[in-house]
């Protein structure tokens, strides 16, 4: 009996839209609660009122996220629909003219003209205005704009990553509070580079010291506006 084999290929670009909001709210959750109550606490702050600044920066930013995410990917959704739209339009006004511009699409693909022809004709036949929406204007399902789908991914990981200075600034003792936050925060966020970079299937040392310095430079330059003001009251 023969035996057919398949292959089967494991892509990530379906990924890069919740991956990307995740990462980038989970980042700016560790980045900015760390900052900004690492900068409270050099001006001479407490424990309370290190959580009490954390906990708003937390619901502040978690809130920032979503809004933020929500308009810019939605602005992102309106201009696909309306690219859609006018190409529906043309498509409906001049058929053959965008048959002949899905041809010179395939043919600076490598196609010759028959075959570019032929892929064109058979692709519009069965779905038109799909087939120049992904490859004259690049739309696709996997990575059309989902507005509420970003702001809920922006705002659940900012939480989290936002949660997590916080915990420290709870389980460290007073003496190594400053320096433990700081070191604690890093270790976070290098994790956090790890994990994307195996979910997206990028270079994982280049993920991890990218938001660690990033972060790095966060928190020292807060530490300082803190420890400055501080110094001046």
């Known amino acids: 009996m023969e035996k057919h084999m398949t292959h089967s290929e494991?892509?990530?670009?379906?990924?890069?839209g919740w991956l990307r909001a995740a990462v980038l709210g989970a980042?700016?959750?560790?980045?900015?609660t760390a900052s900004l109550v690492l900068g409270v606490a050099t001006a001479g702050a407490g424990t309370r009122g290190m959580l009490v600044a954390g906990v708003a920066g937390?619901?502040?930013?978690?809130?920032?996220?979503?809004?933020?995410e929500y308009v810019s990917v939605?602005?992102?959704?309106?201009?696909?629909r309306a690219d859609l739209a006018r190409e529906s339009k043309e498509l409906a006004a001049n058929p053959e003219q965008e048959h002949e511009e899905l041809v010179m699409i395939y043919i600076r693909r490598g196609l010759d003209r028959p075959l570019a022809s032929s892929v064109a004709t058979q692709l519009m036949a069965h779905d038109a205005l799909g087939a120049h929406g992904r490859d004259e204007l690049g739309i696709?399902?996997?990575?059309?704009a989902r507005?509420?789908?970003?702001?809920?991914?922006?705002?659940?990981?900012?939480?989290?990553g936002a949660a997590l200075p916080l915990i420290l600034v709870l389980v460290l003792p007073a003496s190594a509070l400053t320096w433990g936050l700081a070191a604690g925060s890093l270790?976070?966020?290098?994790?956090?580079?790890?994990l994307a970079a195996g979910a997206?299937?990028?270079?994982?040392?280049r993920s991890v010291l990218r938001v660690s310095f990033w972060g790095a430079l966060a928190m020292a330059s807060t530490a300082a506006v803190g420890a400055l003001f501080g110094v001046s009251a």
């Open 74 to 80: 939605s602005s992102q959704a309106d201009t696909e």
């Open 27 to 32: 980042n700016d959750g560790i980045v900015s």
């Open 140 to 144: 696709s399902d996997t990575l059309a």
């Open 200 to 205: 997206g299937g990028a270079p994982v040392a």
């Open 147 to 160: 507005p509420v789908q970003a702001a809920f991914a922006s705002a659940g990981t900012f939480a989290a």
């Open 58 to 68: 937390l619901v502040a930013g978690a809130m920032s996220m979503a809004a933020g």
């Open 10 to 16: 494991r892509h990530r670009s379906h990924r890069t």
């Open 187 to 194: 270790c976070c966020l290098a994790l956090l580079g790890w």
